[in-house]
């Protein structure tokens, strides 16, 4: 059988053809850090409960209300370096490696350091305002950094083009997973939606915007955010969180 090809105008232009894109490729040293710490604050939880017969880091950083209320404010922070169990901070631990190295790697190590807190000081905030339970983990700064994730797609769809649907699905998936599995008695959901709230109004307004530069074959990304839109959305998280932790220092609501 013979075909035919069809005739092909010599003005036509040529299919796209995919090309190589220099990536960030820094050591992801802020997220090893912040998994070095955890660790060790844990295992001085473990040895004070040895020694003490109590979990003293759990009674001087959890986040409890009346305290907070008291005038002790680190306890909208320090919460994230606590964990209840090995089975709680590896889950966390591991979800930061999942989705902290390649988040550094774009936000580069200040920024990414910025989200982390962010979305641990709103997660804590948002439990204070709706939960009046002891509460303790990095679940919030990991949402924190999981809304960061999905904003980075929304925001570079063109660049990753079909692909940055997918993940973004995926994103979405993981958070309705993880907030339905939060629903059981013990877990602090509003913890994770104050987290998740910080992580994309922070990435939203700082999140890397990039653009391609350069000339074929040798092509790479460069971030078009500016110092400034980093302090833009530190200010904007600060002001939106802190607000509300004045409100429920005031007005409480549990």
Not at 51 to 60: E, K, R
Not at 162 to 180: W, Y
Request: glycine share 12%.
């Amino acid at each position: 059988m013979t075909i035919q090809q069809p005739h092909q105008d010599e003005h036509q232009p040529p299919p796209p053809q995919p090309v190589t894109i220099s990536m960030p490729a820094s050591v992801p040293r802020v997220a090893y850090t912040i998994m070095g710490i955890t660790v060790v604050v844990y295992l001085l939880q473990m040895l004070t409960q040895y020694t003490l017969g109590y979990d003293l880091p759990v009674g001087l950083g959890a986040k409890a209300n009346e305290a907070i209320r008291a005038g002790q404010l680190w306890r909208f922070f320090t919460p994230m370096l606590l964990h209840g169990s090995i089975l709680h901070i590896g889950f966390n631990m591991y979800a930061l490696y999942i989705f902290g190295i390649g988040l550094e790697r774009r936000y580069g190590h200040g920024r990414f350091l910025l989200l982390y807190i962010l979305g641990g000081f709103a997660g804590a905030v948002f439990s204070f305002l709706f939960s009046p339970a002891y509460s303790i983990g990095a679940s919030g700064a990991i949402f924190g950094l999981v809304g960061a994730e999905g904003i980075f797609l929304i925001q570079n769809r063109k660049l990753f083009g079909a692909r940055a649907r997918g993940a973004l699905n995926n994103v979405i998936f993981v958070v309705a997973i993880n907030l339905f599995l939060g629903l059981q008695p013990g877990i602090d959901n509003w913890g994770h939606i104050g987290g998740l709230l910080g992580g994309l109004i922070f990435a939203w307004f700082a999140g890397p915007h990039w653009e391609v530069q350069g000339i074929a074959p040798n092509l790479y990304v460069e971030d078009l955010r500016e110092p400034r839109d980093v302090i833009v959305g530190v200010a904007v998280v600060t002001i939106i969180f802190c607000t509300l932790a004045a409100i429920g220092m005031w007005f409480p609501f549990v």
